[in-house]
């Protein structure tokens, strides 16, 4: 099975702090995601990779970099963070065969900016 | 950009109904997801799908191309359905990045 892991399920950060989330796939996937979840605003992107050092900017990125040196991990960064950026925080993965792969996901980091 | 919308958004049914969650998009698309979220779990894929219809176990997903709309009926539902189901899909035509509808929360009652 794959898998696809997020290296913490919950975490408390203060505001202005730097903060790393970590995923890893196991499945040699090509593509990529990172997600926002908010209740009332479903899923949202905000950046994708489709190979190693290859990224684009999904519909949210303002406040987030990424980073993809290794084909199986994917880094979520925020350089400063803000209460506003409270969220829970999804990783997805998925093969690239053409379109319409099934996605992969992690299962989520809680994140709280205090 | 499509634009992915859901209904109902919450569903209440009684252990054994049949349950029909909708989904309609905007655009022309590939592929269609459907996602099973249970509370405080991760995000499962169900189906992926691009025409016709697909069956597992319980559940069937169902899309119509031409009327950009697509269903996921339960059959013979019971309390362990209770999750919120999403679907999703490209952004634009073959993209792969994906919209998502703000999801279904079922409620299946003993």
């Known amino acids: 099975d794959v898998k696809v892991t997020q290296s913490s399920r919950y975490l408390v950060k203060r505001t202005g702090e730097k903060v790393f989330l970590e995923c890893v796939q196991d499945m040699d996937h090509e593509n990529m995601f990172w997600y926002r979840q908010d209740p009332g605003l479903g899923l949202r992107l905000i950046y994708f990779?489709?190979?190693?050092?290859?990224?684009e900017k999904g519909d949210i990125p303002e406040g987030y970099s990424v980073s993809r040196e290794k084909k199986e991990r994917f880094s979520l960064i925020l350089e400063s963070a803000s209460t506003n950026q409270t969220s829970m925080y999804l990783c997805a993965s998925t093969s690239f065969r053409g379109r319409g792969e099934k996605l992969f996901f992690g299962s989520g980091t809680q994140l709280s900016v205090l | 950009k499509n634009e992915v919308e859901q209904s109902p958004q919450n569903l209440t049914a009684q252990e054994g109904e049949f349950i029909t969650i909708n989904c309609s998009y905007s655009v022309g698309i590939s592929a269609l997801h459907w996602l099973q979220q249970h509370p405080g779990g991760g995000i499962v894929s169900l189906f992926m799908?691009?025409?016709g219809k697909k069956k597992h176990g319980r559940l069937i997903a169902t899309i119509n191309i031409q009327e950009k709309h697509s269903s996921l009926h339960i059959t013979a539902s019971h309390p362990r359905d209770s999750a919120v189901y999403i679907c999703a899909g490209p952004s634009q035509g073959g993209s792969e990045k994906l919209v998502f509808g703000k999801g279904t929360k079922l409620t299946v009652n003993p």
């Open positions: 799908l691009s025409s």
């Open positions: 990779s489709y190979d190693v050092k290859m990224k």
